[in-house]
């Protein structure tokens, strides 16, 4: 089912924006031009390198993935299935800390329902499922802290920090912000030994970070590149300078926990706080565990521990000044997992059946015991959730003008060469706007047009092109004649119960080639 919902975002919104270049243009060129040193200099990255450099190895990776694919399907669906894979092991990775949760922490005759719970309340959430496909540094990070949050359930404390150390080193270094509290807290309650995180913190390092300089020397021509090493430097702020992250804006510190978070969990932001208090033991519970008190602090410090590893997480992380959800993401799987605990209460008449026979445990009562009148009011939650998803997507959806110009561009002159009247390939310029939101390679046709997004260009410099998306809505007194436009979404309007959308780009064409509509 989430795979489904995943496959549903990708072909709804199959492009991708500026955040997820590098990874789209990598793959693109190492399937289309090879690896050899020849070929290197058609990259992407070497005429735009962007801000900070980014790590070739998830590239490479997927590329020896779809390089097969790609011979068997058309060009214009590579970006599909680009996203199908990585959104397929997305759902793999987050599959098996669910199994990890669910056999932790449920009740064995309650795996099943704990299991479809915590499905229900990924899919019925717009952020996780639209992320779990788009090839994101934050993406290909959180499939290996899922894995490690998997082995970390289990008290698997090798491959939980080889793992932990695997994605920061080459993915994300703020991956360390997650490792602190999930690694404090195992060592505090004796479930891992200080040697042992040593010892396979120090093997996996030196295994990543000699992965990724081996793979990103090579692809960047530079000796002893490791590029998630100059983000760290980039990002982080220094007594001798300020964080360079802060370009991008700022946010207050509370901005995770009463912005980010409930945008990003919906429906289950009601229900972590009330696993939270059904953590707390009642005077009912203090008297029937009188006798033995350790049995009543282990059924609720599993739910206790469970929550303060991300609640650490994201504290720490608000201390950065520029902040954004995908910096978050390791975290949204753990409150998924902690709502699920009294969400699993609450629908088990619905999933399980009404409960004819009273458990002879707290645990399992806890986790099944519900009555209907609170299962029909968690499906209510579910929906409403699943509804605020479903204006979300198509509000995404909406937001990316650029690749829907070009493609715009493509069914309206075809394929240039093969036509008399212009027989020549006609040349592209790619405006900002539009190269920031939705324009790749994968949906360029290098056969018919010749691109180029050149930055800063005068209006007297765009005269140049045949064909320009831009900003500006009137080119006409530099020989241009108004061809297309292409809105986007600019906002909800909650009392109109509608989306409006406003123009972005603006087609112009040369004035005489904006009547020729050419059949490829």
């Not at 996780?128 to 802290?145: D, E, G």
């Not at 320009?468 to 600019?490: H, I, K, T």
Request: glycine share 6%.
């Amino acid at each position: 089912l989430t795979f489904a919902v995943v496959c549903i975002h990708v072909l709804l919104c199959p492009y991708t924006k500026v955040e997820e270049s590098f990874n789209t243009q990598a793959v693109h060129d190492i399937t289309r031009f090879g690896i050899q040193p020849s070929e290197l200099q058609h990259y992407d990255h070497f005429e735009y390198p962007g801000v900070v450099p980014r790590t070739f190895v998830a590239p490479v990776a997927l590329s020896i993935i779809l390089t097969p694919i790609f011979k068997l399907v058309s060009f214009n669906y590579h970006i599909h299935c680009m996203r199908f894979v990585i959104g397929f092991v997305s759902v793999v990775c987050l599959g098996r800390f669910r199994r990890a949760f669910v056999t932790r922490m449920a009740p064995p005759s309650s795996y099943r329902c704990w299991s479809i719970v915590f499905t229900l309340l990924t899919c019925c959430q717009s952020h996780l499922p639209f992320y779990l496909s788009r090839p994101l540094a934050n993406t290909f990070a959180l499939c290996l802290t899922n894995l490690a949050l998997a082995k970390w359930m289990m008290d698997s404390g090798g491959w939980c920090v080889s793992l932990l150390a695997f994605a920061c080193a080459i993915f994300r270094a703020d991956v360390v912000l997650f490792a602190i509290p999930l690694l404090l807290q195992k060592l505090l309650l004796g479930s891992m030994r200080w040697s042992s995180v040593i010892k396979w913190g120090m093997i996996s390092s030196i295994l990543a970070v000699s992965l990724t300089v081996t793979i990103d020397s090579y692809f960047w021509n530079q000796a002893g590149k490791w590029p998630e090493l100059e983000v760290f430097g980039y990002n982080v702020p220094t007594l001798s300078k300020k964080s360079q992250s802060m370009k991008w804006g700022t946010q207050p510190f509370h901005w995770y926990f009463t912005s980010a978070i409930p945008r990003a969990l919906l429906c289950a932001t009601l229900f972590v706080p009330v696993a939270l208090l059904q953590a707390v033991p009642t005077l009912e519970l203090i008297a029937k565990h009188i006798t033995s008190p350790a049995t009543l602090f282990q059924m609720n410090a599993r739910v206790l521990a469970l929550i303060l590893p991300p609640m650490a997480f994201v504290t720490l992380y608000s201390f950065l000044p520029h902040k954004e959800l995908r910096f978050i993401f390791p975290a949204l799987p753990m409150f998924n997992a902690i709502a699920t605990i009294p969400l699993s209460r609450y629908l088990a008449p619905f999933i399980e059946g009404p409960n004819t026979k009273k458990s002879k445990t707290s645990a399992h009562s806890s986790s099944c015991g519900g009555g209907y009148i609170e299962a029909i009011c968690a499906v209510m939650c579910l929906a409403a959730s699943g509804f605020v998803t479903g204006v979300f997507t198509y509000a995404s959806s909406l937001n990316y003008p650029g690749g829907y110009a070009l493609a715009k561009v493509h069914n309206h002159f075809g394929c240039p060469p093969l036509n008399t009247a212009i027989n020549r390939k006609l040349s592209v310029h790619v405006g900002n706007i539009a190269a920031i939101n939705g324009v790749t390679r994968f949906g360029e046709r290098t056969d018919c047009y010749i691109y180029s997004k050149k930055e800063n260009l005068s209006r007297i410099d765009l005269t140049e092109f045949d064909i320009v998306l831009s900003e500006y809505e009137s080119l006409e007194e530099d020989g241009f004649q108004l061809l297309l436009r292409e809105e986007a979404f600019d906002r909800i309007d909650f009392g109109g119960m509608k989306i409006t959308q406003k123009t972005k780009i603006f087609i112009h064409a040369k004035q005489g080639l904006s009547q020729l509509t050419i059949a490829s």
